[in-house]
Structure formats: structure tokens, C-alpha cells
């Protein structure tokens, strides 16, 4: 069956084992120094050790795999102690998986075992990406009005589903990459990013073909001379699959274009290099439910404007 599971990007996996903790499926192993995905059936595509790793090595893709089997999991899990259920059942319930949750539940009940306590998606053990927060701002009517900015949108589809490869005003280009969210996070999306560049968009969490944008984009590459790649994507961890997205199409279309990446706060600001970000709630081991923080990584050269809110310049 095609389902969506975790790829490992060998060349970038260090071997760290940092994702090793946070699968509490049991689904990946360091073997030969790289890490493995040991068994399709165990991987529930979730990706909860997206976030972990420091390379951006794992991403979620759809492939053919064998259909995830809750009770094989449990079987593996339980021997692991109490700790590594709990983390299991907040993993389902952050992902909204409540049928997956129910088995699991049912399999403690039949074996006897107690169910741990844990949080739910509402109280803490949400995936990042999808976990509510309020985002305080100052009043309307206590902040400077700005001019109005003009629209920089060069193009139209924006969207890669909609996009047609052959399009002309792909022709060296300066091309921006990014997440769905990144324009409604970032204020000045228009004058700091889009200006001078033809926009493509796309959710690698929410959107089902990642193969068919693979695909596509790497097919915008291979026809056009492309001037340049500016990446844009959000501090959670499922937004990452964006530059995953676009390293595979480059290494398709064996081209080589030169590529800045940028992570966004959800606080509305450019990350700083190595600056604390979201990563995922709790350590996948059921250390507790606070953020789990890690650094952010970015390419290009920084301006004076970053800390506060504004990209490297070009």
C-alpha cells in the first residue's frame, strides 16, 4: 500500500542518534553509523523524529510501504516501561490519531497493564505544528500605522500543484521556495522576500503528492536557468520537509543553483543562526510536556535587519 513514512537522507544523517529517543515506536536504529528505518511496519509516518535531528536528514515521504500495525508496536513498546508508552500515547493524540489511540488503549486493558497518565493533545502533548497558541500583539490602535506596501507578486499560480513547468517567467529566474504559512507569520513577506523573485508554495505536511512536487520541481530546474533558490519555512518541525523537497528535485535535475534558507518564528521574525526554535512537546520519552527547543540553521548573509525581523540581504 502507498502510505506516508519517514526517509532517511544518508549522506546528511550524522549517525548522532538523536532521533533514536523519539521514535518511541521503536521503528529506528543506528546500524553501520547511519540511522535506519528497521521495519515499515513500526513507522507510523507521523514524524515525531523530524524535529530531533540537527541535519534536517528525515523527512516525511509517500511510498510503498507495509500498512503500521498498532498491536506489533505495543508488543514492542511495552517491555520498554512506562515511560516509553506514555510517550507513545501522547505521540497519537498530538497527531489527532485517536483510533490508533484506542487500539493501544485496548491492548493495555487486554494484557493488564496499567494505562499511564498522560497529557492530551488540548493539554500539552499537541504535535508543534498543530498545538493552539495565542500570539499577543499590541493593540490596533497603539502601533504605527506603515505605508502601504505595494504587492510584489511577479506570477500567478503561486501554488506547485497549480504550477506549469514550461512557463516562461521561470527563465533566470530568482526563485522563492516556501511553506503555505510563511506569508500570514512574516509581515513584510512582500518587501523583504518576494520582490524579484517568482514565488512557488506548497505544505509538505497537509499536501498528499510530495513525489509529484518532487517531481515537478525538479523539472522547472532541468528546463530553465535558474538564477538562484531562496527556501522559506516555518520553525515547526513539518515544515522542514520544504528544503528536503527541494534538495531531492535539485538532485534529480543534477543541476547546481545556489540556495539561502531561511526558518520563521512563529512569533513573526527570522531566525538567527543557531537561535532556539520549536522543535517538538516533550522529549519523545515522556520527560515532561514543556517545548523541546532546537537551533535554527540558515544559509546566506546576514543583514543588520535580521534580529528584528528581516532576511539576509541578496
Not at 511496519?41 to 541535519?55: N, Y
Not at 497549480?162 to 527563465?171: C, D, G, H, Q, R
Not at 512582500?190 to 512557488?200: M, W
Not at 513539518?238 to 518564528?265: F, M
Request: net charge negative; aromatic share 4%.
Amino acid at each position: 500500500m502507498k502510505r506516508k513514512i519517514i526517509d532517511i537522507d544518508e549522506e546528511k544523517c550524522t549517525g548522532c542518534g538523536l532521533c533514536i529517543p523519539d521514535c518511541p515506536e521503536g521503528a529506528l536504529q543506528i546500524i553501520d553509523g547511519k540511522a535506519r528505518l528497521v521495519s515499515d511496519l513500526f513507522c507510523d509516518g507521523l514524524g515525531a523524529c523530524i524535529g530531533t535531528c540537527p541535519e534536517g536528514a528525515i523527512c516525511v515521504v509517500e511510498r510503498e510501504a507495509g500498512p503500521y500495525d498498532e498491536r506489533a508496536v505495543m508488543e514492542k513498546i511495552v517491555p520498554q516501561g512506562e515511560g516509553v508508552i506514555r510517550a507513545h500515547l501522547e505521540h497519537l493524540l498530538g497527531h489527532g490519531e485517536e483510533g490508533l489511540y484506542r487500539e493501544a488503549v485496548e491492548y493495555l486493558n487486554e494484557k493488564g497493564i496499567p494505562v499511564p497518565e498522560h497529557g492530551t493533545a488540548s493539554g500539552g502533548a499537541a504535535c508543534p505544528g498543530s498545538a493552539a497558541r495565542s500570539l499577543p500583539r499590541r493593540e490596533a490602535e497603539k502601533r504605527e500605522r506603515a505605508e502601504q506596501i505595494e504587492s510584489e507578486l511577479r506570477q500567478w499560480p503561486v501554488q506547485l500543484q497549480l504550477l506549469n513547468p514550461a512557463a516562461s517567467y521561470f527563465e533566470d529566474a530568482d526563485l522563492l521556495i516556501s511553506g503555505d504559512c510563511v506569508p500570514f507569520a512574516y509581515a513584510d513577506f512582500h518587501r523583504d522576500f518576494l520582490r524579484d523573485r517568482i514565488v512557488i508554495m506548497f505544505c509538505p505536511k497537509l499536501d498528499s503528492d510530495v513525489e509529484g512536487y518532487i517531481t515537478k520541481l525538479a523539472e522547472i530546474f532541468s528546463q530553465h536557468a535558474i538564477r538562484s533558490i531562496t527556501v522559506l519555512h516555518m520553525e515547526v518541525p513539518c515544515c522542514s520537509g520544504v528544503r528536503y523537497v527541494v534538495n531531492q528535485a535539485l538532485e534529480r535535475s543534477e543541476k547546481e543553483i545556489p540556495v539561502k534558507e531561511h526558518t520563521i518564528l512563529i512569533s513573526g521574525r527570522v531566525a538567527e543562526e543557531g537561535e532556539k526554535t520549536i522543535q517538538r512537546r516533550g522529549s519523545g520519552m515522556g520527560q515532561g510536556h514543556g517545548p523541546g527547543l532546537t537551533a535554527a540553521r540558515r544559509t546566506g548573509s546576514p543583514s543588520g535587519k535580521t534580529g528584528e525581523g528581516g532576511p539576509p540581504l541578496s
